[in-house]
């Protein structure tokens, strides 16, 4: 499920704030464990096709083997993901992009126009 958060902005305790709109994907139990047995099965199966290869068999099985292992766990615990949004500057009123990351509020992002480092937080 996604949903479109708005976020505001702002530059320093005592800067003008500026609004911005982000979109949280959030996976039920079932569907992140779905997403987990995929990844683990995804690096599993190319850990399988991998042992036919010579030399890079040495490094690639076992790693996609323990990759595996840590997308799985990585993914069921997992509950939503920050998809990435856009919102205005505060500080050159200019639309910039925020990107994908981690649900976790106040997150700080850059400014691709002035360099500013930015907190965004749940408006
Ligand atoms: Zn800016």
Redesign the pocket.
């Known amino acids: 499920m996604t949903e479109t958060i708005v976020v505001t902005i702002r530059s320093g305790p005592d800067r003008p704030t500026a609004e911005g709109k982000v979109e949280i994907i959030t996976w039920s139990a079932k569907e992140r464990s779905r997403r987990a047995m995929r990844a683990l099965g995804i690096c599993w199966g190319i850990g399988l096709f991998c042992v036919i290869l010579p030399i890079i068999h040495f490094f690639a099985v076992p790693g996609l083997f323990v990759a595996g292992i840590v997308m799985f766990m990585k993914l069921s615990a997992e509950e939503s993901l920050l998809l990435g949004g856009e919102g205005a ?6 639309t ?1 992009r925020i990107a994908k990351a981690a649900h976790r509020f106040p997150m700080d992002e850059l ?6 480092s ?1 907190s965004i937080s749940k408006a």
């Open positions: 500057c505060p500080e050159c009123r200019k910039f400014c691709e126009h002035c360099k500013t930015v």
